[in-house]
């Protein structure tokens, strides 16, 4: 309660501040490439979607090969052994009502057995309350729930906003508020409705920013591929002494 008050107050700073980093901000467009492909040989044992925002859509590189869903896909090959299917379906500006009424209904039918929802950020950022937050993304966790009944479904929460090199201070800190109250709200909606939720990344390094400062280039989502893969339900290549259980 104390956060959502205090952001409140500081809403003056957002908009002004704000407003100024939006205008001065570089645009980057998503990746150019392939949104499905297959690590492995036949048919595929595990398939993988990432969904959500311009962190699905990897906006910021040049090719999809460096995205979050290829990169967990490989590395869930390399890990298990398994073939793995993966599909983008990442957005540039979405947010969670967006992606419940007009992505979903219009995904392909594959069984998926790993779905990464990667949303948040705009959310925060257009400063949506955490009543809408709780009725859109809890809504679409519903909505993904029923489509992909056996798919195991994670969420990832929104980082530290104040080690963005794009976000100067005080902006940083008073989004960052938002982060925290959309972040513990996401979390809650996740044991509710059958998703995991991963905490999120413990480090940022300035490096794995891409030049505008605020999206993560492909050294970044390699990290943040790292850190997802360590969340997983999966069996390993090696030995079952050594499997993750969540």
Same mark, same amino acid.
């Given at each position: 309660?104390?956060?959502?008050?205090?952001?409140?107050?500081?809403?003056?700073?957002?908009?002004?501040?704000?407003?100024?980093?939006?205008?001065?901000?570089?645009?980057?467009?998503?990746?150019?490439?392939?949104?499905?492909?297959?690590?492995?040989?036949?048919? $595929?044992?595990?398939? &993988?979607?990432?969904? #959500?925002?311009?962190?699905?859509?990897? &906006?910021?590189?040049?090719?999809?090969?460096?995205?979050?869903?290829?990169?967990?896909?490989?590395?869930?090959?390399?890990?298990?052994?398994?073939? &793995?299917?993966?599909?983008?379906?990442?957005?540039?500006?979405? &947010?969670?009502?967006?992606?419940?009424?007009?992505?979903?209904?219009?995904?392909?039918?594959?069984?998926?057995?790993?779905?990464?929802?990667?949303?948040?950020?705009?959310?925060?950022?257009?400063?949506?309350?955490?009543?809408?937050?709780?009725?859109?993304?809890?809504?679409?966790?519903?909505?993904?729930?029923?489509?992909?009944?056996?798919?195991?479904?994670?969420?990832?929460? $929104?980082?530290?906003?104040?080690?963005?090199? $794009?976000?100067?201070?005080?902006?940083?800190?008073?989004?960052?508020?938002?982060?925290?109250?959309?972040?513990?709200?996401?979390?809650?909606?996740?044991?509710?409705?059958? $998703?995991?939720?991963?905490?999120?990344?413990?480090?940022?390094?300035?490096? #794995?920013?891409?030049?505008?400062?605020?999206?993560?280039?492909?050294?970044?989502?390699?990290?943040?591929?790292?850190?997802?893969?360590?969340?997983?339900?999966?069996?390993?290549?090696?030995?079952?002494?050594?499997?993750?259980?969540?």
């Amino acid at each position: 309660m104390l956060a959502s008050i205090l952001s409140w107050f500081c809403f003056p700073i957002y908009i002004v501040q704000g407003l100024y980093v939006r205008k001065t901000s570089m645009r980057l467009s998503p990746a150019s490439g392939p949104r499905s492909g297959q690590f492995g040989q036949g048919d $595929a044992e595990l398939k &993988v979607l990432s969904i #959500g925002d311009s962190s699905a859509a990897a &906006v910021g590189l040049e090719k999809t090969s460096g995205a979050i869903g290829p990169q967990l896909a490989n590395k869930l090959h390399d890990r298990t052994g398994k073939t &793995v299917l993966w599909h983008i379906s990442g957005h540039n500006s979405a &947010v969670a009502g967006e992606i419940r009424d007009h992505v979903v209904p219009n995904l392909e039918p594959v069984d998926y057995s790993h779905i990464f929802i990667m949303l948040g950020t705009n959310d925060m950022k257009n400063w949506h309350s955490v009543k809408r937050w709780k009725k859109e993304f809890g809504s679409l966790l519903y909505a993904l729930r029923t489509r992909f009944p056996e798919a195991k479904i994670y969420w990832h929460q $929104a980082i530290d906003f104040r080690r963005a090199p $794009a976000l100067p201070e005080p902006l940083g800190s008073v989004l960052n508020l938002r982060v925290g109250l959309l972040n513990r709200k996401g979390a809650q909606l996740c044991v509710e409705r059958g $998703a995991i939720c991963i905490p999120p990344l413990p480090i940022v390094e300035a490096s #794995g920013y891409c030049e505008d400062g605020f999206h993560a280039n492909e050294r970044g989502y390699d990290v943040w591929s790292d850190h997802l893969l360590d969340h997983l339900d999966c069996e390993p290549r090696t030995s079952p002494a050594v499997a993750r259980i969540i």
